[in-house]
């Protein structure tokens, strides 16, 4: 189902459209704003997934251990030590 609705666009915007229409992009300048706001539509979607994820992946980290900074750069240089003696350097 389609709905008639009026909208206002720049001159730049207006441009724009017609050039996509014209150069057999799209069909109509309807067709080129359809498109865009199914673009805009599936970034807000996407958008919306990714912070929920971040919160999900945060809400995880703070139930799990926490290490201090000093207890991180032991880890690290630990594993350090191991590539390099892996490496035999």
Same mark, same amino acid.
């Given at each position: 189902?389609?709905?008639? +609705?009026?909208?206002?666009?720049?001159? +730049?915007?207006? *441009?724009? *459209? /017609?050039?996509? @229409?014209?150069? &057999? $992009?799209?069909?109509? @300048? +309807?067709? @080129?704003?359809?498109? &865009?706001?199914?673009?805009?539509?599936? $970034?807000? #979607? %996407? #958008? +919306?997934? #990714?912070? #929920?994820?971040? /919160?999900?992946? !945060?809400?995880? =980290? =703070? $139930?799990?251990?926490? @290490?201090?900074? %000093?207890?991180? $750069?032991?880890? !690290?240089?630990? !594993?350090?030590?191991? =590539?390099?003696?892996?490496?035999?350097?």
């Amino acid at each position: 189902m389609t709905v008639k +609705s009026s909208i206002s666009l720049t001159d +730049s915007q207006n *441009a724009f *459209a /017609r050039e996509l @229409v014209a150069q &057999g $992009k799209y069909p109509s @300048v +309807s067709a @080129v704003l359809q498109q &865009g706001l199914e673009l805009l539509r599936n $970034k807000s #979607e %996407t #958008e +919306s997934l #990714e912070t #929920e994820a971040l /919160r999900q992946i !945060i809400t995880a =980290r =703070r $139930k799990g251990e926490f @290490v201090s900074s %000093t207890e991180m $750069k032991d880890r !690290i240089s630990a !594993i350090a030590a191991k =590539r390099r003696a892996s490496h035999d350097l």
